[in-house]
Nanobody, 121 residues
Framework: QVQLVQSGGGLVQTGGSLRLSCAAS????????MGWYRQPPGKQRELVAR???????EIADSVKGRITISRDAPKNAAYLQMNSLKPEDTAVYYC???????????????WGQGTQVTVSS
């Protein structure tokens, strides 16, 4: 039905930058939210940033000023530009989207496969 395919991530030194990409494909009628969550080692998954359809964004306090989220609505894609990375940003990053399928009447949550981001000190 729907796939969220992530790309980007990897190993970077403290202060470095990375860009994550996510693209949704399938029988999509509408996407209301696209964003990123992360799960640090031994911790729960947490919101990093998300972009709402009408242009508003929500960004976690821990990454404000260092992260930019953007969406390409026609492509059902989202991007996370991460700068000034810190070791505490090390986590598995998951793309999330709230999607309405052509065959349903409600939005549902979908997740990407996850990508490792490791920031070395």
């Amino acid at each position: 039905q729907v796939q969220l395919v992530q790309s980007g991530g990897g190993l970077v030194q403290t202060g470095g930058s990375l860009r994550l990409s996510c693209a949704a494909s399938g029988d999509i009628k509408a996407v209301s939210v696209m964003g990123w969550y992360r799960q640090p080692p031994g911790k729960q998954r947490e919101l990093v940033a998300r972009a709402i359809t009408h242009g508003s964004t929500e960004i976690a306090d821990s990454v404000k000023g260092r992260i930019t989220i953007s969406r390409d609505a026609p492509k059902n894609a989202a991007y996370l530009q991460m700068n000034s990375l810190k070791p505490e940003d090390t986590a598995v990053y998951y793309c999330h989207a709230r999607i309405l399928l052509t065959s349903t009447t409600e939005f549902n949550d979908y997740w990407g496969q996850g990508t490792q981001v490791t920031v070395s000190s």
